[in-house]
């Protein structure tokens, strides 16, 4: 079936408008409407070739929403006209242990990502959300309450589950304190959903201009980070940290404002390698974890818990013509705090 886009011919070409293939439905298939899609700064990093091997022309676009228009006689999850999300994958191998332990991002065979890749046939190319349409199975589709601001939810798909996993992996609960590292599309998940759980939230940023956002979203506290006199009064104090800062920078200070045993969890990825000096670790038996989005299962816990606390993401909406400039103005921080694209300006 033929489906409106906007994609990336080369790594230096703007996003134009094209038309793309997407597969034959099959019958655990369904075919999805996309009302709305959020850009990640994984997708600028994508199209722009930066990180690795991309396969033009490239779609991107994973934080999708929109509504079933169409299901395969053997799905029985959705009907027409049902809402469904789609993330950051599209299928996996659904055998091996992770994807067993609903982990599928880590399937052992390789998961078949939303955009940029292949299904796991090797062959046939998987385009992102923005675009009218997509054909996923059901399996990999998330469920939407009705009722919910469409809009707001779209980012839950990337942003929403990549700070939901680490908060909740790390027992975060009533009474928690946790720090945010960057207030940017991750970290202002990070912060109110760190509020919904209960948690004492501070945030760590190089902007003094953002502490009232921070305050407003959520946070107790905010640290200056530009002197490192202003982590005194939070040292030993934080049992988690979700660091969303994807920029080369010093650990050492975040470590020290953490509890004894706390974690470190890095959602961000820095092009560079950070270092880190080891008596930060051992003095206090901290640790530094990485967290990589969601499986299917959190992933719709993650949309369900944000349905019932009616946390969303703060967006700006957008045409679809004003992709490019969305894209240079995310590079420069100038968003609050994610762009979303109104598919049907395609």
């Known amino acids: ?17 094209t038309e793309i293939e997407r597969r034959k439905p099959r019958p655990d298939d369904v075919v999805i409407e996309i009302a709305y899609c959020g850009i990640c700064h994984s997708d600028i990093h994508t199209a722009r070739g930066e990180w690795g091997p991309t396969h033009y022309p490239c779609v991107p676009g994973h934080e999708i929403v929109g509504r079933v228009v169409e299901t395969g006689k053997k799905v029985k999850r959705f009907k027409v006209g049902d809402l469904a999300g789609v993330g950051c994958f599209v299928d996996s191998c659904g055998k091996c242990t992770h994807c067993k332990s609903h982990e599928q991002q880590f399937c052992l065979k390789g998961a078949a990502f939303t955009y940029n890749g292949t299904e796991l046939d090797g062959k046939t190319p998987t385009y992102g ?14 469920k939407i309450k009705k009722g919910q601001p469409l809009e707001r939810i779209a980012p839950l798909l990337c942003a929403g589950i990549t700070t939901y996993a680490p908060l909740k992996r790390f027992g975060t609960k009533k009474g928690s304190k946790v720090g945010v590292v960057g207030l940017g599309g991750l970290g202002h998940m990070a912060v109110k959903l760190a509020k919904a759980m209960g948690a004492e939230v501070t945030v760590f940023s190089t902007s003094p201009n953002k502490e009232a956002d921070a305050k407003k979203l959520g946070a107790k506290h905010f640290v200056i980070t530009r002197d490192p006199q202003n982590f005194a009064k939070v040292a030993g104090k934080l049992d988690l940290i979700v660091n969303t800062v994807s920029a080369k920078h010093d650990f050492s200070p975040y470590l020290g404002a953490l509890k004894h045993a706390g974690t470190m969890a890095l959602v961000g990825a820095s092009p560079e390698p ?20 969601g499986g ?26 004003q992709i490019n400039d969305a894209y240079e103005r995310t590079i420069k921080g100038q968003v609050k705090y994610r762009f979303v694209v109104d598919t049907k300006t395609l």
């Open 1 to 17: 079936m033929k489906a409106k886009a906007y994609a990336a011919q080369s790594a230096t070409s703007p996003l134009a408008p």
């Open 129 to 142: 959300g923005y675009a009218s349409h997509i054909v996923v199975r059901d399996g990999y589709a998330l």
């Open 274 to 293: 950070n270092e880190v000096a080891a008596f930060g670790l051992i003095f206090g038996q901290k640790k530094i974890a990485g967290s990589l989005i």
């Open 296 to 321: 299917i299962k959190e992933t719709q816990e993650m949309l369900d818990f944000c349905a019932r606390k009616k946390v969303f993401s703060d967006v700006e909406l957008i045409s679809a013509s």
